[in-house]
């Protein structure tokens, strides 16, 4: 998720040339609390607190809001429930890069599928189309 808010507030308060401790002192807000939102750590302030701020760096509220609606949406949000729980985990990253060098060297879902079934049928493994992997086959050890 974006962080506009955060890296506006960061923006304007470097700009100045001021410490975390000098805006805190400004707003009224804690330093902890004006670096969580920098970071990104806690996401959406209150409407109060954007106020405190806007009102300490003297800029109108609505300098925050302008990068408001830029905000990326999640890029995931369109996929199915069970993809995005497939894709956020960590032993998934060798598959997407499989999948990304297969959509790279043109490789349809056909041929794949065809791959797949021939594969199972078969004693022998050769590498998925579109792979660079030139080892020669392997006798299967299934059962």
Same mark, same amino acid.
């Given at each position: 998720?974006?962080?506009?808010?955060?890296?506006?507030?960061?923006?304007?308060?470097?700009?100045?040339?001021?410490?975390?401790?000098?805006?805190?002192?400004?707003?009224?807000?804690?330093?902890?609390?004006?670096?969580?939102?920098?970071?990104?750590?806690?996401?959406?302030?209150?409407?109060?607190?954007?106020?405190?701020?806007?009102?300490?760096?003297?800029?109108?509220?609505?300098?925050?809001?302008?990068?408001?609606?830029?905000?990326?949406?999640?890029?995931?949000?369109?996929?199915?429930?069970?993809?995005? !729980?497939?894709?956020?985990?960590?032993?998934?990253?060798?598959?997407?890069?499989?999948?990304?060098?297969?959509?790279?060297?043109?490789?349809?879902?056909?041929?794949?599928?065809?791959?797949?079934?021939?594969?199972?049928?078969?004693? !022998?493994?050769?590498?998925?189309?579109?792979?660079?992997?030139?080892?020669?086959?392997?006798?299967?050890?299934?059962?």
């Amino acid at each position: 998720m974006s962080n506009a808010f955060g890296v506006k507030l960061k923006q304007l308060r470097t700009e100045r040339g001021w410490t975390l401790e000098q805006l805190s002192a400004r707003s009224g807000l804690s330093i902890s609390h004006i670096s969580s939102l920098e970071r990104g750590t806690r996401m959406k302030p209150s409407f109060q607190v954007a106020v405190r701020l806007a009102r300490a760096l003297e800029v109108p509220l609505a300098t925050f809001l302008e990068d408001a609606g830029k905000e990326e949406s999640d890029p995931l949000e369109h996929l199915p429930p069970e993809i995005r !729980e497939f894709v956020s985990r960590e032993d998934a990253t060798p598959y997407l890069y499989l999948a990304k060098r297969l959509q790279e060297a043109h490789v349809s879902l056909q041929e794949m599928e065809r791959w797949l079934r021939d594969e199972r049928s078969s004693p !022998e493994h050769d590498p998925p189309p579109g792979s660079s992997d030139d080892k020669p086959r392997r006798k299967s050890t299934r059962i």
